[in-house]
Every structure is written in structure tokens, then in C-alpha cells.
């Protein structure tokens, strides 16, 4: 079941310049997405989400963005931070329904 | 901040036993999740919980697995007859409305090593 993608594993970024992290999905019947992140020993923690009405949505450093015709949504962070250095999922979901992970990208902030 | 808090931290088990992994999700929090993940790879939807009843599960949750909710705090995730496969972090999440209006709010995790 590959229905939510993130095809790169891990990401290195200068502290101060922008994270994207990419995802995409198969499904064209999800309406809702979400980024969560994880630290080590922790369970992830929702971080930001777009209904599939909208192709933006902003918080403080984080934006997401949706490409509905491309399947695709990704994860802006500016400025990048140590403290960001994390694994990113993707997730997504269809009528609330059970969300749809994705493999995780591990963002590493570099001082 | 309220937590979601799962119990034990690890366990280790005999292929064939049956582990019960208990999780207090927060308290005025109305859906309950399993979620697990194998490692090394994605995390992946077990079972949804509300009503005291199981709304939604996936392929995974098969006759082996159950959940409970045996009081008004605890959420529990039994496996019956464990296998090496089951091996991985199990996830309990809870949210206070549906996925649209609340995110999941995730515990910390219980490893569980098959033996």
C-alpha cells in the first residue's frame, strides 16, 4: 500500500535556509492532509495540515502546499532551525477516516 | 499540556503469547488509534475506536488483535497469539473529534520485541 509516497529519506539543511520536504500521494479521493513530526522515543506530533480545498496554508515558519492535479504537497520551513531536526510524515485521509502515512523524511539542521 | 501516555515503555514477549499494551489517552479525548510501526519502515494504521466501539480498521487488524476500553481512561491493544512479526512500535493516539476538525495527538510508543 504505497498510496502516500515520500521518496526521500533523509534531508540536510544549513541552519537559517529553507527545508522542503516533498510528498505525494496516489489517491485522489483523500481531502485532508497532514505533516507530523518525530523526534527519537517520541510519538509524532501534528505539526501542520491543508483540507484539499485549499493550496496553502501558513504557520509561523511552516507552510504547506497542495498540488491537487500533481498529487503532490509539500513542507516549507524558513528559516531551518536545529531544534527542526526531526523525521517528517506525510499523512493523509479520506472522510476522517484512517490517515495514510508516508515513509518519513529525516530533516537534519545543520548549525 | 495533557498527554496521551502508553505503558509499558517496552515488552518483550514469546512468540505465541498474548501482550496486552495499554495506553491512557487524554482525558476528554472521544477517538481513540493504534497505530504501529516496523522498523525501519511507515507507520501504519491499525484500528480506530469511538463509542466504545471499533469505527474503522485496517488489513493488519486481524483476528488476533482486539482493543478495549475497559474503563473510562484506559484503551487497551491485546494480541492474542503473538508472531515474530508483530515485532515493531506500537502507537496509541487519541483526538477529541474527527480527523478534519483534531489532530491525533500520539503517545510515546511501546516497543514490542517477539521473541
Known amino acids: 500500500d504505497q498510496q502516500v509516497k515520500q521518496n526521500s529519506p533523509s534531508l540536510s539543511v544549513q541552519e537559517g535556509r529553507i527545508s522542503i520536504l516533498n510528498c505525494d500521494y496516489t489517491n485522489s479521493m483523500f481531502d485532508y492532509f497532514l505533516w507530523y513530526k518525530k523526534y527519537p522515543a517520541e510519538g509524532p506530533t501534528f505539526l501542520i495540515s491543508i483540507s484539499s480545498i485549499k493550496d496553502k496554508n501558513e504557520d509561523g515558519r511552516f507552510t504547506v502546499f497542495l498540488n491537487k492535479s500533481a498529487k503532490h504537497l509539500s513542507l516549507h520551513i524558513v528559516p531551518s532551525q536545529p531544534g527542526d531536526s526531526a523525521v517528517y510524515f506525510c499523512?493523509?485521509?479520506?472522510?476522517?477516516?484512517?490517515?495514510?502515512f508516508g515513509a518519513g523524511t529525516r530533516l537534519t539542521v545543520k548549525p | 499540556e495533557p498527554e496521551v501516555t502508553q505503558t509499558p515503555s517496552h515488552q518483550v514477549t514469546q512468540m505465541g503469547q498474548e501482550v496486552i499494551l495499554r495506553c491512557v489517552p487524554i482525558s476528554n479525548h472521544l477517538y481513540f488509534y493504534w497505530y504501529r510501526q516496523i522498523l525501519g519502515q511507515k507507520v501504519e494504521f491499525l484500528v480506530s475506536?469511538?463509542?466504545?466501539?471499533?469505527?474503522?480498521k485496517s488489513e493488519i487488524f486481524d483476528d488476533q488483535f482486539s482493543v478495549e476500553r475497559p474503563d473510562g481512561s484506559n484503551f487497551t491493544l491485546k494480541i492474542r497469539s503473538t508472531k515474530l512479526e508483530d515485532s515493531a512500535m506500537y502507537f496509541c493516539?487519541?483526538?477529541?473529534?474527527?480527523?478534519?476538525?483534531?489532530?491525533?495527538?500520539f503517545g510515546n510508543g511501546t516497543r514490542l520485541t517477539v521473541t
Open positions: 475506536f469511538y463509542n466504545n466501539e471499533i469505527s474503522e
Open positions: 499523512a493523509a485521509t479520506v472522510n476522517n477516516n484512517d490517515m495514510r
Open positions: 493516539a487519541s483526538s477529541p473529534g474527527q480527523l478534519l476538525l483534531a489532530p491525533l495527538h
